[in-house]
């Protein structure tokens, strides 16, 4: 038995405020740089687990394209209280240094040390040093 996830979205703040600050099917997973390489704006990674009673260890890290861990978060305790309850989770990412934009990155889910889901995400660059919408 194990938690379910529900739905992971990772998402540049001004962006998902912009868009109306709720979670919505077809809500794009992207993170903004300010030029390339480059630092990424505000970023958030919402998750919601369910689908089983009890306690958990999650854990989340970010990796490049390669495989290459570039973020690794600290570990939480989660508790589904029931099997219809659904635990929402989120991280706001500030200054992270992306070497390159892509279309693959990937958030690495992890339950009580094994891996139970991935989420890719594109990294994409203004250009121009600046935040972009």
């Known amino acids: 038995m194990g938690a379910r996830l529900a739905y992971l979205k990772v998402i540049d703040r001004e962006l998902f405020y912009n868009r109306g600050g709720r979670i919505v099917p077809g809500l794009e997973n992207e993170v903004v740089l300010r030029g390339e390489p480059g630092i990424a704006a505000a970023f958030l990674i919402m998750r919601g687990w369910t689908d089983d009673h009890g306690t958990f260890t999650e854990q989340f890290r970010i990796e490049s394209p390669g495989g290459e861990t570039i973020f690794e978060g600290l570990p939480r305790e989660i508790h589904l209280a029931s099997k219809t309850h659904l635990e929402k989770l989120e991280d706001e990412l500030a200054e992270l240094e992306f070497t390159y934009a892509a279309d693959n990155y990937s ?21 121009d040093g600046e935040e972009g919408t």
Do not use: H, Q
């Not at 094994?114 to 890719?120: K, W």
């Open 107 to 127: 958030v690495v889910l992890t339950l009580d040390d094994n891996e139970v889901a991935r989420g890719d995400f594109v990294v994409r660059s203004t250009g």
